[in-house]
């Protein structure tokens, strides 16, 4: 009750309920709990204070990796035998082969790993992969020039007909929509362009004051350019005008396709930007060169605990169906808009492939863009129209929403609002590479915590997959795999005796004969 004063066995046993000093030593467990979770968090704002400040560093290395783990299957068809697809293994008849234990490690049996196992070497096959990449980027520059070249003539004949080149058309409707918005009651801060009759051109600007709602007008007229003064580019302001002395006709400025060109700054703005966008490039590049080259066969992140292993798995599974559903998303869109007769059908489908990679948000950003193309084409037919904007987001509905799921749900067994949330917050933090890298990196921390053995990894678990059987399921099929290959490439167990090769194993007695 209030007012009523507490006995000091009541006090104490008030303290100590609300977490006195007493009851972290009667109770240690929750004293430690307490401790770790400060620390993991503290860890965790150190991790990502650690990770904003060095992104100049992250960000080439997390492309590196993820341009390594897209080159990993080509690397592995080339060089890892037995070579594993899923839970199966191919190339694997003369593996246990006696002639292969006999010249292991020697450079006779690099030769019969080549010829009886189809294993190319090792810089080879990195040297093959740089070719395929080559001519896979060669293709890519050629179709989106030919596509932009085609575009602009087609652009060039309107233009030279009297018709209105698509550029002109966009800015038109953009600013149809602005009058449509301000019409229904939405106003926009726009500049007055006004007319007088005799064709003077001026400009009508409201300037506010320090009294609040009071205003005036300033009249700005260009009436003969002959009469102003050559040093500077200001109109003549005419003071003291009145609706009687001027009569002029007045529109608002209109916002898109009014520029009058760029400033030197803004060239110089484009120039740096385009500039760290090649340097970013250059650096991924080396560092996807160097990792490649230090690769191991199978093997891009090294270890033989089950986490690093699993991240592999993982990784390679993730990236591979990604870049396939993508590649058939961007080739599918690709034809449906050519077929149509769309205008940059190949640029489109192009970037479908490529905003795929980008989860949830990706996909509706490639199917928006094409949008006022197909619309102000003059040269398509309604049906055609409408075709050409129902078939690529029939495609991306299609397999974002049924195809990538099934095809990728077992693997990930992440949550949708978890795959969001790690969107917003990877790309906050490194950017549109952040965007990229979110669904592999939740997916590696996922594994991390599954393996980790603590209440609070647990919970964060929880709020992260959606099954907890599938882990677990995951887990064992993983091990038996894993078991399954460690027999097939035993080698050690290939016995000798009684074979054409028994006799060249055997080492010679060592003599010395004195003179």
Request: overall charge negative; glycine content about 8%; some cysteine.
């Amino acid at each position: 009750m209030p007012g009523m004063e507490m006995s000091e066995e009541e006090l104490a046993k008030s303290q100590y309920d609300k977490g006195g000093a007493q009851r972290w030593i009667d109770n240690p467990d929750e004293s430690m709990y307490v401790v770790q979770g400060c620390h993991i968090v503290i860890c965790f704002i150190s991790v990502f204070a650690a990770c904003t400040y060095l992104q100049f560093v992250l960000i080439p290395m997390g492309m590196a990796y993820f341009i390594t783990f897209l080159l990993a299957p080509i690397m592995d068809a080339m060089e890892d035998r037995p070579y594993q697809f899923g839970t199966k293994f191919y190339c694997k008849e003369n593996f246990l082969h006696p002639a292969r234990k006999r010249y292991q490690k020697t450079a006779r049996g690099e030769l019969l790993d080549t010829v009886m196992l189809g294993k190319v070497p090792h810089m080879l096959a990195v040297l093959i992969c740089f070719v395929v990449v080559g001519v896979f980027f060669s293709t890519l520059i050629g179709t989106i020039s030919g596509s932009f070249a085609d575009f602009s003539a087609v652009q060039d004949e309107k233009l030279e007909a009297g018709g209105k080149p698509m550029s002109v058309q966009l800015n038109d409707m953009l600013n149809e929509q602005i009058d449509n918005l301000e019409a229904s009651g939405i106003l926009l801060k726009r500049e007055f362009i006004c007319f007088a009759p005799d064709g003077t051109e001026m400009i009508l600007r409201s300037i506010p004051t320090d009294e609040q709602g009071l205003s005036y007008l300033r009249l700005y007229i260009y009436d003969n350019w002959l009469r102003h003064d050559g040093g500077t580019d200001q109109p003549a302001m005419l003071s003291g005008s009145d609706e009687s002395s001027t009569a002029f006709n007045c529109t608002r400025k209109k916002i898109f396709g009014t520029s009058e060109g760029m400033t030197v700054d803004d060239i110089m703005g484009y120039i740096g930007m385009f500039g760290g966008f090649v340097s970013d490039m250059i650096g991924i590049a080396l560092l996807a060169i160097y990792i490649l080259l230090e690769r191991q066969a199978g093997a891009t992140v090294q270890g033989d605990h089950i986490v690093a292993e699993q991240i592999e798995v993982m990784f390679k599974t993730y990236i591979s169906m990604k870049t396939a559903l993508s590649a058939v998303t961007g080739v599918l869109t690709a034809i449906i808009m050519v077929s149509c007769g769309a205008p940059l059908g190949a640029v489109f489908g192009l970037l479908a492939f490529l905003l795929n990679y980008i989860p949830n948000v990706g996909s509706i950003i490639a199917m928006v863009l094409p949008v006022p193309i197909i619309i102000l084409d003059e040269e398509m037919s309604m049906t055609t129209k409408i075709v050409a904007l129902i078939g690529p987001a029939s495609v991306q509905g299609y397999i974002g929403n049924v195809a990538e799921p099934m095809m990728m749900g077992e693997a990930l067994n992440l949550t949708a609002i978890s795959i969001l949330v790690g969107l917003v917050f990877f790309s906050f933090v490194f950017g549109i590479y952040g965007a990229v890298l979110s669904v592999p990196i939740q997916a590696a921390a996922k594994i991390l915590l599954h393996h980790t053995d603590h209440p609070l990894a647990k919970g964060c678990l929880t709020l992260m997959r959606e099954d907890k059987t599938l882990d677990y399921e995951n887990d064992r099929v993983f091990l038996e795999t894993k078991a399954d290959r460690k027999k097939i490439t035993d080698i050690d167990s290939v016995e000798l005796e009684g074979t054409e090769f028994e006799r060249a194993s055997t080492p010679r007695p060592f003599s010395r004969v004195w003179r």
